[in-house]
């Protein structure tokens, strides 16, 4: 089992910056690949960006490419979500999610591939 909490959310101006950690517990955090997924009021959950075990590897949605930055440290069983030039069109709960992986450079970009899921943290970015 995986537990996972996040934090770091809040209410910034467009143009802000904002940094989500993910801390897991429960698994060994080098064999966890990650993702953060997030929902905006009225709309389904997406995708923003994916990581691989090793933090080799990265993905992002077009949306998010160039501004946010997805990192591990493995010391720390933490993940982050670097946000830099929010825009209002960010504002959603982003929720971490996890799953178990063998090889170390796989990452995975849709839900129903992470079988483990954070509470959410909620991001408001006002214009």
């Known amino acids: 089992q995986v537990q996972l909490v996040e934090s770091g959310g809040g209410l910034v101006q467009a143009g802000d910056s904002l940094r989500l950690s993910c801390t897991t517990s429960?698994?060994?955090?080098?064999?966890?690949?990650m993702g953060w997924f997030r929902q905006a009021p009225g709309k389904e959950r997406e995708f923003a960006a994916a990581?691989?075990?090793?933090?080799?590897?990265?993905y992002y949605t077009d949306s998010v490419k160039g501004r946010f930055t997805f990192s591990r440290d493995n010391a720390k069983n933490t993940v982050y979500l670097q946000m830099n030039s929010l825009r209002p069109e960010d504002t959603a709960v982003y929720y971490c999610?996890?799953?178990?992986?063998?090889?170390?450079?796989?990452?995975?970009?849709?839900?129903?591939?992470?079988?483990?899921w954070g509470l959410g943290t909620q991001v408001t970015v006002s214009s």
């Open positions: 999610a996890a799953r178990l992986v063998l090889t170390s450079g796989n990452y995975f970009l849709k839900g129903e591939e992470y079988p483990y």
């Open positions: 429960g698994r060994a955090f080098s064999s966890l690949a």
């Open positions: 990581i691989s075990r090793n933090g080799d590897n990265t």
